[in-house]
């Protein structure tokens, strides 16, 4: 372990010296990989959300566009060692701090559609914030200083500070996603009635989440055993997936409260890939209920324009939270 902190990490100066071809081939099919999703996701934010504002939209954006696309070019510029070493650095380094940091604020901000807890919401942000501080500013200085000065201080400085700013930050998007998870279940349960679809659209959900916590593991995996060549070009592909399913997630979400038993299903939008209904994505979800209207008894998803959601269920609600203990 010491060798290996006293080391550069492979492709960080001088490009990808290795002999293997399957590494080259791994590196470009990845870094593919993460820019065509990156461009398909562009189009399919545009195409999905009706108002181009709030949180939700913008961080999405932002993490596709300013954080998927430069991390991926940057890196295949490095590891080729295509172009001067600065442009390729700052590139990875914009697009890291646009794509990791920028998913835990995607996450963060669907986060409200099932938790009320304002407290909590508050101090998940504050976590962010911090993190984002104190992880993102001496990497980036020691990336900088382990390429044009690359003394041994520096050089162990960097490796043990990447190695823990990826931990962290997996750690944070796995605590999100755990939260949103119980959450959801809490959610669900406030609704027991035997419906096998809501059962389905519930653990499909969850899935979705799992996969995002299985990526994360599979990155610290790579990060851990040694392979930075991999674990970097990787990581792109890795949260351009995770981007992607967001779509599913609002869909499996929004479609809680939209389901009936007696609707048939649609094909208007065959257009469109499967895990996007955009006629379902109806209202405002980038913002959280204000704060005058939280005294009203309302479903945790309240801040979703529903339609369709049954008064009957309201008016059940609303006697069971004023009938007496």
Partial sequence: MTDALSTPPEGLIGGYQGGSSVVKILIVVFSSIALYNAIELVILIFL?????????????????????????????????????????????????YAMVPGQSVVLYSRLHLVVQN?????RILYLIIVDAVILLIPTTVLTYSTVYVGTDPIIRGYNVMERMQLAWFCAQE???????????????????????????????LITINIIIILLDVALLSLEY????????????AVYSIKLKLEFGVLRKLVSLVHTHPTESSSTEHEEFPNFVDPEQITGD?????????????????????????????????????????
């Avoid at 304002?118 to 508050?122: A, P, T, V, Y």
């Fill in 48 to 96: 999905t959300f009706n108002r181009y504002s709030g949180l939700y939209f913008w961080t999405m954006l932002i993490s596709d566009v300013l954080g998927v696309i430069p991390h991926a070019i940057g890196y295949l510029l490095e590891f080729f060692a295509i172009g001067p070493i600065w442009l390729a650095v700052t590139l990875s380094t914009i697009g890291f």
């Fill in 118 to 122: 304002q407290k909590l919401l508050r």
């Fill in 174 to 204: 796995i605590l999100i996603s755990g939260i949103y998870i119980c959450e959801t279940v809490k959610l669900l349960r406030l609704r027991p009635e035997k419906d096998p679809q809501r059962h389905k659209t519930m653990y499909e």
């Fill in 225 to 236: 055993s040694g392979f930075y060549t991999l674990q970097t070009t990787l990581k792109a």
């Fill in 285 to 325: 979800i980038t913002h959280a209920t204000p704060v005058t209207e939280r005294n009203r008894p309302v479903y945790p998803w309240a801040a979703i324009s529903m339609d369709s959601l049954a008064s009957s269920d309201r008016r059940l609600r609303q006697s069971q939270e004023t009938r007496p203990p």
